[in-house]
């Protein structure tokens, strides 16, 4: 059974920085891509990043391009997602979710966790 849980999720300050974790359980991780996506209140769900099942791919949107990072760790079956130079309009609930590569569908979903940007 394919579980993930996201953690890390808070309130920062404009300019602040968050790791978000994604853990995983119950399957072999390092098999699978993991995507990262956000959700804002009222707004559409956005990819936000991936990484392959070997870290050696990712990609970002370009929202966030240069401002976070995706990196894994298999060894210990989790993925994370730094979050540097935040800004209000990165307020959402962000998911991880696993894939078979970056280009294939969702095969599941974590709960999500909440950030929130704001002074």
């Known amino acids: 059974q394919f579980q993930l849980v996201e953690s890390g999720g808070g309130l920062v300050q404009p300019g602040g920085s968050l790791r978000l974790s994604c853990a995983a359980s119950?399957?072999?991780?390092?098999?699978?891509?993991i995507v990262w996506f956000r959700q804002a209140p009222g707004k559409e769900r956005e990819r936000v990043s991936c990484i392959s099942s070997s870290g050696g791919s990712t990609n970002y949107a370009d929202s966030v391009k240069g401002r976070f990072t995706i990196s894994r760790d298999n060894g210990k079956k989790t993925v994370y997602l730094q979050m540097n130079s935040l800004k209000p309009e990165d307020t959402a609930i962000y998911y991880c979710a696993l894939s078979s590569l970056c280009v294939s569908k969702v095969i599941s979903w974590g709960q999500g966790t909440q950030v929130t940007v704001s002074s």
């Open positions: 119950g399957f072999t991780l390092d098999l699978y891509a």
